[in-house]
Every structure is written in C-alpha cells, then in structure tokens.
C-alpha cells in the first residue's frame, strides 16, 4: 500500500506568512519552474525569513569576503601522495 507524504511541518504553532515572504517565495519557485500548491507554498514562506537572515549572516563575516566556497574540478590537478 502507497501513502502520498505530506509536507513536513516545522514545530510549534504555524505562523502565517506575511504577503512579501509569499511573493518572494512565488517569484523563486517560479523563476525554478516549479508548481507547488498553496500550502506547501505557504509552509515555505513561514520558513522563508528564517532562511534568509541565515544566508544573509554568512555573507555578514567580513574574513570570508573573498574565500571561494566552492569545490571545483581542475582537469589539470595531480594526485599527490602524502606519504612521500
């Protein structure tokens, strides 16, 4: 037997999302091609300006301005052994 899952809901009592962290919400899920219905968009709003001072805090740390934090692939890298 088959069951759809249902969203997860975050803990505590669910606050409504304000107007703005539903547009915003609508133009990113939008802009990813994604259709979400009403609720579960809902549900990503309540969560939106929590998510979004966190991002906002890790640009906030002034020595990390320049660190590059992604991994890239360099075809022309070695392999070197540290045993040596």
Same mark, same amino acid.
């Given at each position: 037997?088959?069951?759809?899952?249902?969203?997860?809901?975050?803990?505590?009592?669910?606050?409504?999302?304000?107007?703005?962290?539903?547009?915003?919400? =609508? #133009?990113? +899920?939008?802009? &990813?091609?994604?259709?979400? !219905?009403?609720?579960?968009? %809902? @549900?990503?709003?309540?969560?939106?300006?929590?998510?979004?001072? =966190? #991002?906002? +805090?890790?640009? &906030?740390?002034?020595?990390? !301005?320049?660190?590059?934090? %992604? @991994?890239?692939?360099?075809?022309?890298?070695?392999?070197?052994?540290?045993?040596?």
């Amino acid at each position: 037997m088959t069951t759809t899952p249902s969203p997860i809901a975050p803990p505590g009592p669910a606050a409504a999302p304000d107007a703005q962290a539903l547009a915003d919400v =609508g #133009v990113l +899920l939008t802009r &990813a091609g994604l259709t979400v !219905r009403e609720p579960e968009t %809902a @549900l990503l709003a309540a969560g939106y300006e929590a998510q979004n001072a =966190g #991002v906002a +805090l890790l640009y &906030a740390v002034s020595e990390a !301005r320049y660190v590059d934090p %992604a @991994l890239r692939f360099r075809a022309d890298a070695r392999i070197v052994d540290w045993a040596d």
